[in-house]
Structure formats: structure tokens, C-alpha cells
């Protein structure tokens, strides 16, 4: 959904913008060819995606590259036209088997995006008790057979690869759920990395301060890739876009305060162009949201 994201963002050309999620350059490309005058702050976690990023674009001088997590995009920048998060793990994160977020590919148990982060994830399965396991793969992963696996896991240690540990999640589930489409260890290897990376927390915090930053008139837009992520997002623009009164009681229509933020569309889903060229875009949903006031 790269250009649906970067029309919807309606770059100025002498506008300030973030990307806040760098990724392989894909958006930050696309913005800085609408730039002009303007400039882009670029914001990723991963070390290895800023440099080749800035290979892709060192033809522009109107871009910075920030090496921090987008929850602390207040700390690097001020009075934004525009925002946009692409979020999830990029393609190239998922092929390096190396970095060990698939299930597909024989790999180290990492699932960092800040591969100079502490927490990794051999640690969450291999020393969390399993009351934790069991919660944030509920909470994380919505996954209704937390319990089995949770306890499979532990009786498994050390579980030292993505294929050894998705070998014993197979192993905790009943047959009726093997035969059903899809990986069965998706939602688990999901809640272990939403557990590594922090993800629900860095956005809800993006969420609850990136008013702050936005210039009137200004836009955020949020590409998701599941429902937990899509959850928060779609809740808070609710709520930012919805008229308040603080008296609870009726008002005249001319006393009630207007919301601050109006909803650029209630979420948009892939082509199935897109999906037929990139299967990862299926679940992907893209919400923006315009400042009014302020």
C-alpha cells in the first residue's frame, strides 16, 4: 500500500515530515520525491535498514536518519506536517534467517529489530515461568491453546531455534488444528515478538503524544498488520475525530466543542492485485487521521 499511504499523507512540497518506520526506504523514497523545499526525518530501530536506506537515497539532502524508536519521535522533532508508521517486520527482517523472526528458516531465537537491544527472544522462552508465556501469548498472539504450548515449552528446554521451537508448538496442538490453513506457530512466534521488541507499548505511546508535534492541518498515517495493532490505532483516531463535552449533559449545537481530528477514511484493505504480489499485504489495513484544531 505504498502509494495509497504516501497520496494520503499529501505531501507538501515545502512540508516537514517523518517516517517513522524506515524499513528499506520504500515510503521515505516516494515522500522525498514530492519534497521540495521540505525535509524528511527518517526513525528505525534496525542499524543495518538505515544503511541501506541511505544508499537508496543519497541523492537527497533534505533527509536525516535517526537511529531510535519511533515512540521518541517527540525527543528528535517538532512542528510536523505529516507522520507516517508502516508497522510490523519488514520483508527483508523476515528473509534473513539470520535474525530469527520466521518460522520458515532455521535460525537463531533473536527477533530483535534493535539488534543492540538486551532482550532477546531465546531469553522469553527459555527463562520467562510459564504463567508469563501463557499471558502474552494470549495477549500478544491471541492464541486460545496458550496453556499446551506454554507447558510444552517449558519441558522442551533449551529451545534453541525458530524451526526447533515451532517443531514444539506443533507438538503442543491437537490434530484439528495442524490441518488448518496457516502456520500453526504464527501467533505464538507474533506474541514472542510484540514481547522482544515492545511493540504495543511503543505505539501506544506514539499515540498519546504525537499531537503534540503535529502542525494544524497536519495528518498521521498507520499502515497495520494485525488486529491488535489496528485495534489501538482505530480507537484512538476515534476518539481524537469524535466532538467532546466535558458536561456530559445536552448542549445546543453551537456550545458543543468540536474534535480536534477528522478520520481520513475508517481503513482501507489491500488491492488483491496487491496480495497476488505480495502475500504479507493481506492483512495490512491503512487508517489516517487530519489535526483541525490546534
Known sequence: ?????????????????VDGT???????????KKLKKGKLYCFDLDSQAIAESKELLKGYDNVAFI?????????????VDGILLDLGV???????????????????????????DGLTAYEVVNSYPKQELIRIFREYGEERNAVRIAEKIVESRPVETTLQLADVIKSALPAK????????????????R???????????????????????????????????????????????????????????????????????????KP???EIENNHRASSAILRGIKKTNG
Open 67 to 79: 537511529h531510535d524508536n519511533f515512540a521518541n519521535m517527540n525527543s528528535h522533532v517538532d512542528h
Open 194 to 268: 510484540i514481547e522482544v521488541n515492545r511493540e504495543l507499548e511503543s505505539l501506544k505511546t506514539f499515540l498519546d503524544s504525537f499531537d503534540q508535534i503535529l502542525n494544524k492541518d497536519g495528518r498521521v498515517v498507520i499502515i497495520t498488520f494485525h488486529s491488535l495493532e489496528d485495534r489501538l490505532v482505530k480507537y484512538r483516531f476515534k476518539e481524537l475525530s469524535t466532538a467532546q463535552d466535558d458536561l456530559k449533559v445536552a448542549l445546543r449545537p453551537e456550545e458543543v466543542k468540536k474534535a480536534d481530528y477528522v478520520l481520513l477514511n475508517h481503513g482501507k
Open 271 to 273: 488491492s488483491q492485485q
Open 22 to 32: 524506515l524499513g528499506r526506504g520504500g515510503h521515505a523514497a516516494e515522500i522525498l
Open 90 to 116: 519488514s520483508s527483508p527482517q523476515f528473509d534473513q534467517s539470520e535474525r530469527g523472526f520466521s518460522y520458515r528458516y532455521d535460525g537463531p531465537l533473536d527477533m530483535r529489530m534493535d539488534r543492540d
Open 177 to 192: 488444528v495442524l490441518s488448518r490453513k496457516g502456520h500453526p506457530a504464527k501467533q505464538v512466534f507474533q506474541a514472542i
Open 1 to 17: 500500500m505504498l502509494h495509497e499511504a504516501v497520496d494520503l499523507l499529501d505531501v507538501k512540497e515545502d512540508g516537514i515530515y
